[in-house]
């Protein structure tokens, strides 16, 4: 595993709750690395990163462990770069060419370099999955494979940044100012202090890159993308919604039959599905057969979306599993 | 293919448009079967149905279809029969039996013989599924069973009959009656000349029968439910929960930690995500580790069900076909 952030530290946590029948070799942050062919002992390495203390001997990098461990699986949760998708892509490039299979969380690596990526996977007849890089703990990726099969997939709209829903909630529900709101959801944890990407639409925008191509197979970039935020909304334009018995909410949408892709606020009724409150995560996919089907859930969150990722290296373990 | 009534007909018109790689091999209903082992003309047997006339030769019957027909698939869409579950149980049974993977949208012999079933087709060594018996075009079972690996679910609630759901709504938007919601429900085609089953939970509770089993591998039956109708609600009532920014729903729930397994009218606040309008299906599931997740789609509908039992099928055919 590399990264020890939220994500780590929470499939680490499930890990040592709950017997998956997996065992964790290596852990790699930026500051240390630690490899234990038996398995890491999770209990001190959580103590140890929650006590502010380096996880591992120092001496050993995230390379390191991934050019030298020993693993059948690569777990590559370190934090998003969003310009250059390093150091993450280098690794899972890396573990893929060792034959190893790999579940990120990482959204940089993905949005930039699926198709790279998945070529390289499939060259080296190993699975790379990405379930948590998109709405949180919503298995969207596993619907998209598994349970829509027969149909197209039309259009997608999708709530899929919590921080933006979280911000137009409070504003609507307490006809708080936009600066307000903002202050509410830093204090709250829910906003980070420079909330550029969150509340600009650009987070949510990388999503609409990442479900596009899985879905299309397209090779969308984040340029290609019309990107509104936010953080321009007045409290004076949700009042005007609410008397149409509607609301403000940032929506992704992709409609590739009509060119369109992009992230913009929308005022939609309020008793529309994807209208979801605080930070959960709403996705609608339009299909020819099934029809409109909305999924919600949780965005974010320690546990959720490790659930994710976990779900993600089950799924591999039952099928392609040596030996399985 | 068993049946050829709404299902059937929109999973032989799905498969003329769309090439996925099924031959329907044999198809029977009520008055008449054909069994055509290069493949049914289904263009001509749409015709024939919508006109009026029987589809095939009157002289062969659903059984003989299942006991001499050649196929690898048995799809059982006939109409529910919630008292005895038969003739479809018997005709499931004998295709397990001759070594045929089933898949059914037939909620009488999932509701009353699942375990018996299931394990049949354990020992057969083929699959059964029943995407289609609950909840329509969403694809639940799937999600289940592939999205929540790692997950348990701790309980579900969900809107599971489009009927009840359309009346509820109508009262709510128009202050309509009951009695006038239904009449506009008869008129639509929502709701059947008899709504019972609809309108008293029933049809609600059978389907939470079906999650429940599947899920928690139970043995529950229908008597085990707890179930209140809509059908004495009052306009007095929606408009009373109104002032307090909620609705009325018919929500079934199971909660096994608590005994709670119940199918009842509820209160709930307007922005809740299972508050869905019109004849939609909504169902939450509770987990330990990805939290609450939501998913909304059509109930019903001809294409939306016909998508569920397509997608078991190619499910199968993936997986388990013979030399795939």
């Known amino acids: 595993m590399i990264g020890f952030g939220t994500v780590g530290q929470g499939i680490a946590s499930v890990l040592m709750r709950k017997d998956l029948g997996l065992t964790i070799t290596a852990i790699a942050d930026s500051r240390s690395g630690l490899m234990r062919d038996d398995g890491v002992d999770l209990a001190g390495v959580l103590e140890r990163k929650r006590g502010g203390f380096v ?14 461990g020993e693993y059948d699986l690569l777990v590559e949760v370190s934090p998003t770069n969003i310009q250059t998708a390093e150091p993450a892509a280098t690794f899972i490039r890396e573990a893929i060419s060792r034959g190893k299979h790999v579940v990120s969380s990482n959204k940089g690596p993905i949005a930039l370099h699926l198709k790279e990526l998945r070529r390289a996977a499939l060259s080296h007849g190993v699975q790379l999955r990405y379930e948590a890089t998109v709405c949180g703990a919503i298995p969207i ?36 100012t936009y600066d307000q709101a903002l202050a509410e959801a830093r204090e709250m944890g829910v906003a980070e ?35 509104t935020g936010i953080d321009q ?41 994807l209208v979801v409150n605080g930070t959960l995560n709403a996705i609608t996919l339009t299909t020819d057969l099934a029809g409109a089907l909305t999924f919600v859930g949780k965005g974010a969150g320690s546990i959720e979306t490790a659930s994710a990722v976990i779900g993600d290296i089950l799924h591999i373990k039952e099928r392609y599993a040596r030996g399985a």
Do not use: Q
């Not at 596993?142 to 137009?168: A, M, P, Q, Y």
């Not at 509607?246 to 599905?273: D, K, M, Q, S």
């Open 193 to 227: 202090a420079d909330p550029t990407y969150d509340v600009k639409g650009i987070d949510a925008a990388i999503k609409l890159v990442i479900l596009s191509n899985t879905i299309w197979e397209t090779d969308l970039r984040l340029e290609d993308v019309v990107v």
């Open 141 to 176: 990726m596993h619907v998209l494979e598994e349970g829509l099969r027969g149909n197209s997939v039309k259009s997608l709209h999708g709530v899929l940044n919590g921080t933006s829903n979280f911000i137009l909630t409070r504003m609507a529900e307490e006809g708080l």
């Open 233 to 273: 909304i007045t409290p004076d334009a949700i009042r005007l919604s609410e008397d149409e018995d509607a609301t403000i909410r940032l929506i992704a949408e992709a409609i590739p039959e009509r060119g369109i892709c992009r992230v913009t606020p929308r005022l939609i009724p309020r008793n529309h599905p």
């Open 55 to 68: 996880v591992g001997d120092v001496g050993i990098s995230p390379m390191d462990v991934v050019k030298r």
